[in-house]
């Protein structure tokens, strides 16, 4: 199956390990994997402040990357959930419509990939440890991917998966919320570690480094020795 | 009070809020009480999905058809002997209610719950014209005697705990008993009993009005809407134009929906129905009843993209679900209507030059939209306020702006994002340690005041992968 990958911009930037993952993972699952040179980011920073123009320009920068694609596969549920709303924002705009829609569906964030289309809920991976897992908002509800990362979770060799506390509720990262209202994300963000730090987990596991980057950075910042690991990183160690 | 509290700046209302740790531990303790009864009663019911298509339906068809169904039910309250009056603005709405009260030379008005009269003010207006007004909702009662807002719109009290709520007993009515629920319930009724005995005029809410059969219904769990209605003479119910459903049947669809999706119970207690006023033979019901429909912004959202904002039944989920309102109350939305929904409608009610903050206080978590009972997609509605607060209002920060049309630039030329991914890493050299920045520059301050920033792990994932497809090519 030809697949080509999404980085999204934060793990091309910042968190290339993620991305790396996730491409040695899809490989490894049988998927021939390319990767647009031409992709940029999906828009949601302006999309969600308000600056629908602006993140018009960057979506479409996306589709044109991905036009010859037969599957994008992302590691984020957020930023594939960005990518599944083209659909709603170009309804109204000729030119872009159809390719919108086209374009939408055949995007996947990466275990809602593996499990739905590859069928595949154990990647044979083995992992030793502690873990807990936070479930990111975009994802499971814009997105509708709950199961699947925790499906193949309890199927890595060596993992204990135990509940996150109020796992549902949001850490407080929303984008540029975090900056627009830091007070408010702080407090989020601080109750959302205590959450964490009360599972008595060694690793704390999410599909979205959105997310993770923002309860990471609090919990180092507080001298919290929780490791954080983006999932593709567990599906992938042996 | 109109549906602004008051003139404290956003910030300051929003830092009071976290420093009240008091308020922070009962809102939390509620939310939590709340939001598992919601689920245990939606899973109890099942189809719960089904159920929300089923309301959603109920309220687009209703709103979709307002002009019938008000005509209807304005003239089936007039066939019951009622009176209506449709009031284009909060001022209408007042000086209508102000002149039965001075025709009636009413001297005591008792209330049920409601949260349209608090949004237009009645209780200030009708003081105005010399009559005292006693809320006769416990939550509300609280309130009034201490001259304090709601903080939520179903559990207006939330924010205080028991004892905040003794000693404004007894500063206020000369309480002396002990902080337990039921003495200072037990207290309270006792008090209201001799309100509900004297007053003259009872003011209602309504929950739903009924076109079919002109029936104004109210639900409560205190059951103070019964005597509200049956006691007084004179009986005027305020609702909000779109407060209405076909027939019985959607009715109770719809009361399911909220009594669930509010405080997690099949039913409450009590819902009272009032259909017109007593008529010849009949032997209950109040002998003059009126009926106000309040527009007071609404119908220009009809036909709008926001038109769904009308749907809301008045549950309360959206709020009880939402962690930025856990941490900062209600009273720091600055509006009757806190929570997501009051961050959706308010700007929609009373503009956006002071509300302009509203849409922004939200991470667009979505936990609002999943909990609505309705279906409004409030996390969608807030980044269209956003948009138009950038676009139409031309509210937002000149810093931003260029932000963003940099953001575009750079996320639209594939040029200039390859050139970022690769000078990310040098560029943020000076303040990187360990692989993380402690004090960010400029944009990353707000971030690393609270925590730290990762810097990027190395070479950018298009650089690995151009190197690796380069090795794949010469091995």
Redesign the interface.
């Given at each position: 199956m030809k697949v080509s990958l999404f980085?999204t911009?934060l793990?091309?930037?910042?968190?290339?390990?993620v991305?790396?993952n996730t491409?040695e993972i899809l490989e490894r699952v049988g998927c021939e994997v390319d990767?647009p040179?031409?992709?940029?980011?999906c828009?949601q920073?302006?999309?969600?402040?308000?600056?629908?123009?602006?993140?018009k320009?960057?979506m479409?920068?996306m589709m044109k990357?991905f036009k010859h694609s037969e599957y994008v596969v992302g590691p984020s549920g957020s930023c594939v959930g960005m990518l599944k709303e083209y659909p709603k924002i170009f309804a109204d705009d000729p030119e872009w419509a159809e390719e919108a829609k086209r374009f939408a569906a055949k995007c996947y964030e990466i275990t809602e990939f593996l499990v739905d289309v590859m069928g595949v809920t154990d990647v044979g991976s083995t992992f030793k440890g502690k873990v807990t897992f936070h479930s990111s908002?975009?994802m499971k509800?814009?997105l509708g991917v709950k199961e699947q990362p925790k499906m193949l979770l309890r199927n890595v060799k060596g993992v204990e998966l135990v509940d996150l506390p109020m796992e549902?509720?949001?850490c407080?990262?929303?984008?540029t919320?975090?900056?627009?209202?830091?007070?408010?994300?702080?407090?989020?963000?601080s109750?959302k570690s205590r959450h964490v730090a009360e599972t008595e987990a060694e690793y704390l596991v999410g599909a979205d480094m959105g997310c993770l980057?923002?309860i990471?950075?609090?919990m180092?910042?507080e001298g919290k020795n929780v490791k954080v690991v983006h999932i593709t990183e567990i599906l992938n160690t042996h | 009070m109109s549906i602004k509290l008051g003139e404290v700046p956003y910030?300051d209302r929003?830092?009071t809020g976290?420093e009240d740790d008091f308020m922070r531990q009962a809102v939390s303790s509620a939310q939590g009480r709340f939001r598992n009864g919601r689920l245990t009663q939606a899973a109890e019911l099942g189809n719960w999905e089904d159920w929300r298509e089923l309301g959603s339906e109920i309220r687009t068809h209703t709103l979709q058809n307002l002009d019938y169904y008000l005509q209807q039910l304005s003239d089936n309250v007039a066939r019951r002997g009622g009176h209506v009056f449709f009031a284009e603005t909060a001022e209408e709405a007042n000086q209508y209610v102000k002149n039965i009260i001075k025709k009636k030379q009413a001297k005591k008005v008792v209330k049920a719950k409601s949260m349209v009269t608090e949004e237009i003010g009645l209780n200030k207006a009708l003081e105005e014209v010399g009559a005292e007004v006693v809320e006769s909702d416990l939550g509300e009662w609280i309130l009034q005697l201490d001259e304090d807002p709601p903080s939520h719109i179903v559990t207006p009290a939330l924010h205080k705990n028991r004892q905040q709520i003794r000693e404004t007993f007894a500063k206020k009515k000369g309480y002396t008993g002990s902080d337990t629920p039921e003495e200072m319930a037990a207290f309270a009724r006792e008090q209201l009993r001799q309100d509900f005995l004297a007053a003259d005029v009872g003011v209602t809410g309504c929950n739903f009005a009924i076109a079919e059969s002109g029936a104004v219904t109210l639900v409560t769990n205190e059951g103070n809407a019964e005597m509200v209605t049956s006691l007084p003479d004179t009986v005027i119910s305020v609702m909000g134009m779109e407060r209405i459903v076909p027939t019985w049947e959607e009715m109770e669809v719809l009361v399911g929906l909220l009594t669930r999706a509010a405080v997690g119970q099949k039913l409450t207690s009590y819902i009272t129905a009032i259909t017109g006023a007593r008529l010849e033979g009949e032997i209950d019901g109040p002998e003059e009843f009126h009926l106000v429909v309040v527009d007071n912004g609404r119908s220009k959202i009809l036909g709008t993209e926001f038109q769904s904002a009308l749907h809301c039944i008045r549950c309360a989920a959206c709020i009880n679900a939402c962690?930025?309102y856990r941490?900062?109350g209600g009273h720091a939305y600055n509006s009757i209507y806190p929570g997501p929904i009051g961050a959706v409608i308010t700007p929609l009610l009373e503009g956006y030059d002071d509300h302009k903050e509203l849409p922004?206080?939200?991470?667009?978590?979505?936990?609002c939209?999943?909990a609505c009972p309705v279906k409004i997609p409030l996390h969608e509605h807030l980044?269209r306020?956003?948009?138009?607060?950038?676009?139409q209002e031309k509210k937002?920060p000149t810093a931003?702006k260029l932000m963003?049309?940099g953001?575009?630039?750079?996320?639209?030329?594939?040029g200039i994002?390859?050139l970022?991914?690769k000078m990310?890493k040098p560029a943020l050299g000076p303040w990187t340690k360990d692989g993380?920045i402690?004090n960010g520059p400029g944009?990353l301050k707000?971030?690393t005041?609270?925590?730290?920033?990762?810097?990027?792990?190395?070479?950018?994932?298009?650089a690995?992968?151009?190197q690796r497809q380069k090795d794949g090519e010469t091995s």
């Amino acid at each position: 199956m030809k697949v080509s990958l999404f980085s999204t911009c934060l793990s091309d930037i910042l968190f290339a390990d993620v991305a790396k993952n996730t491409l040695e993972i899809l490989e490894r699952v049988g998927c021939e994997v390319d990767y647009p040179m031409e992709q940029t980011c999906c828009g949601q920073p302006a999309y969600n402040s308000g600056y629908l123009q602006e993140a018009k320009q960057s979506m479409k920068q996306m589709m044109k990357a991905f036009k010859h694609s037969e599957y994008v596969v992302g590691p984020s549920g957020s930023c594939v959930g960005m990518l599944k709303e083209y659909p709603k924002i170009f309804a109204d705009d000729p030119e872009w419509a159809e390719e919108a829609k086209r374009f939408a569906a055949k995007c996947y964030e990466i275990t809602e990939f593996l499990v739905d289309v590859m069928g595949v809920t154990d990647v044979g991976s083995t992992f030793k440890g502690k873990v807990t897992f936070h479930s990111s908002c975009h994802m499971k509800r814009i997105l509708g991917v709950k199961e699947q990362p925790k499906m193949l979770l309890r199927n890595v060799k060596g993992v204990e998966l135990v509940d996150l506390p109020m796992e549902e509720d949001c850490c407080g990262f929303g984008g540029t919320f975090s900056v627009k209202n830091p007070v408010i994300s702080q407090e989020m963000v601080s109750e959302k570690s205590r959450h964490v730090a009360e599972t008595e987990a060694e690793y704390l596991v999410g599909a979205d480094m959105g997310c993770l980057m923002n309860i990471g950075g609090r919990m180092r910042r507080e001298g919290k020795n929780v490791k954080v690991v983006h999932i593709t990183e567990i599906l992938n160690t042996h | 009070m109109s549906i602004k509290l008051g003139e404290v700046p956003y910030k300051d209302r929003v830092q009071t809020g976290i420093e009240d740790d008091f308020m922070r531990q009962a809102v939390s303790s509620a939310q939590g009480r709340f939001r598992n009864g919601r689920l245990t009663q939606a899973a109890e019911l099942g189809n719960w999905e089904d159920w929300r298509e089923l309301g959603s339906e109920i309220r687009t068809h209703t709103l979709q058809n307002l002009d019938y169904y008000l005509q209807q039910l304005s003239d089936n309250v007039a066939r019951r002997g009622g009176h209506v009056f449709f009031a284009e603005t909060a001022e209408e709405a007042n000086q209508y209610v102000k002149n039965i009260i001075k025709k009636k030379q009413a001297k005591k008005v008792v209330k049920a719950k409601s949260m349209v009269t608090e949004e237009i003010g009645l209780n200030k207006a009708l003081e105005e014209v010399g009559a005292e007004v006693v809320e006769s909702d416990l939550g509300e009662w609280i309130l009034q005697l201490d001259e304090d807002p709601p903080s939520h719109i179903v559990t207006p009290a939330l924010h205080k705990n028991r004892q905040q709520i003794r000693e404004t007993f007894a500063k206020k009515k000369g309480y002396t008993g002990s902080d337990t629920p039921e003495e200072m319930a037990a207290f309270a009724r006792e008090q209201l009993r001799q309100d509900f005995l004297a007053a003259d005029v009872g003011v209602t809410g309504c929950n739903f009005a009924i076109a079919e059969s002109g029936a104004v219904t109210l639900v409560t769990n205190e059951g103070n809407a019964e005597m509200v209605t049956s006691l007084p003479d004179t009986v005027i119910s305020v609702m909000g134009m779109e407060r209405i459903v076909p027939t019985w049947e959607e009715m109770e669809v719809l009361v399911g929906l909220l009594t669930r999706a509010a405080v997690g119970q099949k039913l409450t207690s009590y819902i009272t129905a009032i259909t017109g006023a007593r008529l010849e033979g009949e032997i209950d019901g109040p002998e003059e009843f009126h009926l106000v429909v309040v527009d007071n912004g609404r119908s220009k959202i009809l036909g709008t993209e926001f038109q769904s904002a009308l749907h809301c039944i008045r549950c309360a989920a959206c709020i009880n679900a939402c962690p930025v309102y856990r941490h900062i109350g209600g009273h720091a939305y600055n509006s009757i209507y806190p929570g997501p929904i009051g961050a959706v409608i308010t700007p929609l009610l009373e503009g956006y030059d002071d509300h302009k903050e509203l849409p922004y206080a939200s991470t667009l978590c979505a936990a609002c939209t999943e909990a609505c009972p309705v279906k409004i997609p409030l996390h969608e509605h807030l980044i269209r306020h956003r948009q138009i607060i950038v676009e139409q209002e031309k509210k937002a920060p000149t810093a931003e702006k260029l932000m963003m049309k940099g953001f575009a630039k750079w996320s639209s030329s594939p040029g200039i994002y390859n050139l970022s991914a690769k000078m990310a890493k040098p560029a943020l050299g000076p303040w990187t340690k360990d692989g993380m920045i402690e004090n960010g520059p400029g944009p990353l301050k707000d971030w690393t005041d609270a925590r730290d920033f990762y810097a990027p792990q190395g070479q950018s994932f298009r650089a690995w992968f151009k190197q690796r497809q380069k090795d794949g090519e010469t091995s």
